[in-house]
């Protein structure tokens, strides 16, 4: 019952179980129970699946104890590393251990957070450093949690993620965690919980940060060329193309590769002109990928590499100082304007924003912590998930240049010279009107990207026209929209 | 055979001796035989029997832990690969690529070899930068060949610019990027062969090696019809085995290009990588395994079967 | 006429003296040098920016920081340490394993020969990515996973097929004169193995074992699944951690610091590569034959 309650306040109108109807088979999901448990009707047990029943210990039992042998092999381990490393790889507790799956860390702010909580809860974090190639990260993760790694415990998980190995039940439900620990989720941007980090109703990540697209411009370029930041995407033509020199100064840096950044680029285009990135065939979508091309072909105010640059490339060109404009996440704009070598005064963001057609809108999405379901230490798992999401651990993120996902925080002057996107996300958002809108988050969501990047990437050079692009991009993507769309 | 018929009997009798003591030894040459083979044989059974039991098992299920299905639907994931334009978009690519590569890789390779195996100052030293980029890891060549293939910071246009003021788009294009594609994987590559090659120089018996050692024209002559027959069953190995690699893996081209423009490099193994790690859909990508398997399946019958008549030649 | 002064008349060659030969050399040392400069560049830049427009061929400056940085927050003698021991023991084993198999294929002409030499080129059909998930579930069983035997057996596994392959062709390259000599003269099989045919076939062996060590070097795929525990750390790991070292994230690499520990990761090879590359010429020749 309590639990319609939460719904309530995450404003999904689900009951408490619902029937999935797929192709041909029904399962059902009772998550009235605090602690659902998943059965998959027929689920074969022959040997080739290793799924384990997801089961969560009841409320206050014990943790379990490990023995101090393990603690100290533990520390051990970490001793005869750790004089050769800075690096985190363990801090040793006795009330256990937890297996962190988090990326390398950035000036000492995850092993400060290890610290602290193991510090405060005894539990030992086993720190394991996840890939920063997507592709090898998503390989890592899909094969343990497939195969039902039991030692995997909390690891760091993307939008697209949450929803997929939500969807595929991998994941244990953060709910009670809320719940029990009494989270002000109200306090986290919105559409980073109800959007992208819940599936059918369940909550299955806690975000840690909240990484909005913004559009940042070099200062000293707008006051040589003397134009003022436009207010529309026709305005903005105008002053990129005065912005633009040639072939050594462009008015903006697109992003145009496939592999991810071509779809985020779509997605905040077509969404200021009223169509998303999986309706790529209504008239704001066509008109935005219309627009795109035009500014590297027609107006010229980006290069006409456009379609093989992706971020690595385009922030060197920023760094050379070839770019004007740049409409990308708020992490490079922490990591230009913190680092010594790069400008502090020149670079700022555009607030507020330009708008398309229909609205000023920017993407939004963020990393947070997911658990896995099949994990052996679940408790020790859910009390990091609570501590990492507290204000003042939150923070430890703008020591890495991330914006938290806790709102209340933007508006702190003291970290905003650590993140100093921060000021700019709190103006944004003031007077209540946020122009955050998470992408369209499904567990088919990397099959809509694959498709949408690939025809429009085809269209982008030149090897179709729109139409042939958007129709065969929309006859991969309406089956999968079919398929998980919510009953 | 002797003509005279009294030493028939006896010589009956002597081959029967002889016959079951030659069993005997046939017998211990073939325990023998087995030993040898045994831990090769049953080290690659122990990590390959079992992978390809459950992908050809899951080829024929529709088996996706996102839409919770386990199901038997036989030759549907089949049929639907026939069908699906992804399969078909990449399958002419796939083929380009792996015969242009090889081809290349192949040629290449034997004339390096040669170049490597001349008498030369720093021939040492040479040998050993030619290895350099194959024993780089794909990961960093990967990158690498992003920069140097990019369009204001890449060694390539640069060298251009300088000469012509010009700077080619080269991953925007189909036809450059399957060039650029093409051009880092023999970069990469073709530095095995060679090695491979040389190694096999270096076995070609004393005297035919001498009557490759021809003035003028004659030594092109001598190269290709006694140098090469005797590297023959090495280079068929080496193209059959480069050929599979070349199918089965995508990372440098992704690397590149992301299997773009459009779908202008798409590998139909990243296909498989997709509908398993992205969309999970193992079902799918096992059916999909199991076609390229088939691909070069064909490739490896027809490789075998090439490889022994060069041994018959070399006898 | 002594063995060494008639291998070397063998390989004098009127071309190795022209000025085109050294001029293909020169061609051929550049089109590798110089991408290979273009990649180790990016470790000598300072900051983040690692190229201009257009390219600036000398570093600006050494980077030192960058060095420091990478040798600091990463282990990387133990990598190089683990990576080192692991690469050399499974080469080792591979090619002694191999070297008896590809013996008794290539000489022992035993039914089943055909089978066992197209098997092993089947077993390496499968796409990696297939056999990922059933060889983790194999291991999770067997408590293989993050241990230096279940890496081991991986590593050793993956080369199997080729070795093997090659040096089938390489023992058929042999003139069977010799080993038929040597058994006249009644040699057991364990000396004609070791004493008769090892030897001859030597540069085969020497080429083999720098290209096994190699691949087990480069490994990749393999550490990041199925063991990534302290105790395995192999240098490629070093790789993807540098990516991120200097206040990268999920959606940037930091060029310059990989760049600079795949330095690093290559010099061991090279150096490997420099000593073994001697071995490959060396070695009795066949004009031993009586």
Known sequence: MHYAAISDSLSRPKGDAYAYKLRRRTISVDRSAPTPDVRLAGERTNGMSKRQELRTPRNGAPFSRRSLLAGAAAGATALSLGSRSRRVSATQGSNGEVNVLYLADQHDHFKTVAEAFTAETGIGVKYETLPSDYLSGQQLLTTRLVAGDTDLDVFWCDDFQSSMYGAAGWLEPLDPIVEEFGIQLDDYVPTLITDVSTWDGALYRLPWTAEPELIFYRTDYFEEAGVELPANWDEFVTVATALTNGSDRYGIGLCGQKAGTLGNEIQHWANQAGGAINALDTEGSK????????????????????????????????????????????????????????????????????????????????????????????????????????????????????????????????????????????????????????????????????????????????????????????????????????? | MSGSN?????????????????????????????????????????????????????????????????????????????????????????????????????????????????????????????????????????????????????????????????????????????????????????????????????????????????????????????????????????????????????????????????????????????????????????????????????????????????????? | MTIPKAAALRRVSLVSSSVLFYAVITLFLVSILLPLYYTFMAAFTSGKQVYSKPLDYVPQSLGLERWKTIFDELPIWRYLLNTFLISSVSTVISLLICFMAAYSIARLRFPGANVVLIGLLISSMLPWVSSVVPLFEMYQDLHLLNTFQGLLVLYVSALLPFTTWLLVSFIKQLPVEIEEAARVDGANFVSLLWQIVLPMIFPAMATLFVINFIVNWNEFFTPLIFARGEGTKVITMALFDAQSIGGASQYYQNWGTMSAVAIVATIPIFAITLIFQRRITEGITAGAVK
Not at chain 2, 27 to 32: G, I, N, Y
Not at chain 2, 158 to 173: A, C, N
């Open chain 1, 287 to 487: 008109q935005a990928i219309t627009f795109y091309k035009d500014l590297f072909t027609t107006h010229k105010v980006a290069p006409p590499s456009t379609p093989q640059e992706d971020y690595n490339t385009v922030l060197q060109g920023f760094l050379d100082g070839k770019y004007a404009v740049w409409w990308v996440w708020d992490v490079f704009f922490a990591a230009m304007t913190t680092d010594e070598t790069f400008w502090k005064d020149q670079v700022s963001v555009m607030v507020p924003q330009m708008a398309g057609p229909q609205n000023a809108e920017t993407s939004i999405g963020c990393w947070g912590w997911a658990i896995n379901g099949f994990s052996g230490r679940k408790d020790q798992a859910k009390q990091w998930v609570e501590f990492t999401s507290r204000p003042e651990i939150m923070k430890h993120q703008m020591l890495r240049g991330n914006a938290p996902a806790r709102t209340s925080l933007w508006a702190d002057p003291e970290y905003q010279e650590r993140a100093p996107q921060l000021s700019f996300m709190a103006q944004m958002i003031e007077g209540g009107e946020s122009p955050f809108r998470a992408r369209p988050v499904t567990p088919g969501i990397q099959e809509i990207y694959d498709a949408a990047e690939q025809n429009v990437h085809a269209f982008l050079t030149d090897q179709v026209d729109l139409d042939t692009a958007v129709a065969q991009a929309m006859e991969k993507i309406r089956p999968i929209l079919e398929r998980y769309s919510a009953d």
């Open chain 2, 6 to 315: 009294s030493t028939f009997a006896a010589d009956q009798t002597a081959s029967r001796t002889v016959s079951r003591s030659h069993h005997r030894a046939t017998a211990r040459r073939l325990l023998l035989a087995y030993a040898l083979v045994a831990p090769v044989v049953l080290w690659r059974l122990a990590t390959s029997v079992y992978p390809f039991g459950y992908t050809a098992y899951l080829s024929f299920f529709d088996h996706n832990p996102m839409r919770r299905s386990h199901e038997y639907i036989g030759l549907d994931n089949y049929r639907t690969m026939i069908n699906d334009p992804d399969v078909r978009n990449t399958i002419t690519f796939t083929i380009f690529f792996t015969v242009v590569s090889v081809t290349l890789q192949v040629v290449l390779g034997l004339g390096i070899a040669q170049l490597l195996n001349q008498q030369f100052s720093l021939r040492g030293f040479v040998r050993a930068v030619n290895l350099l980029p194959w024993a780089m890891s794909a990961i960093v060549i990967g990158t690498a060949a992003n920069w140097i293939f990019n369009y204001d910071y890449g060694l390539i246009n640069d060298l251009i610019w300088r000469v012509s003021g010009f700077r080619p788009l080269w991953l925007t294009d189909v036809t450059n990027a399957r060039f650029a594609v093409a051009l880092t994987d023999v970069w990469k590559n073709t530095p095995l062969l060679a090695i491979i090659f040389l190694g096999g120089l270096q076995g070609i018996p004393a005297e035919l090696s001498h009557a490759a050692k021809i003035d003028g024209a004659g030594r092109f002559r001598a190269f290709l019809s006694i140098t090469i027959p005797q590297l023959m069953p090495l280079i068929i190995s080496m193209a059959i085995f480069t050929a599979v690699y070349r199918v089965l893996t995508f990372d440098i081209v992704y690397a590149l290009t992301a299997g773009g423009p459009g779908t202008a490099t798409s590998l139909m193994s990243y296909l498989i990588y997709l509908q398993a790690f992205r969309v999970l859909n193992f079902g799918y990508a096992s059916a999909l395994a199991m076609g390229l398997f088939g691909m070069v399946l064909v490739v490896g019958v027809v490789g075998f079967m090439l490889l022994r008549r060069s041994w018959a030649k070399l006898d």
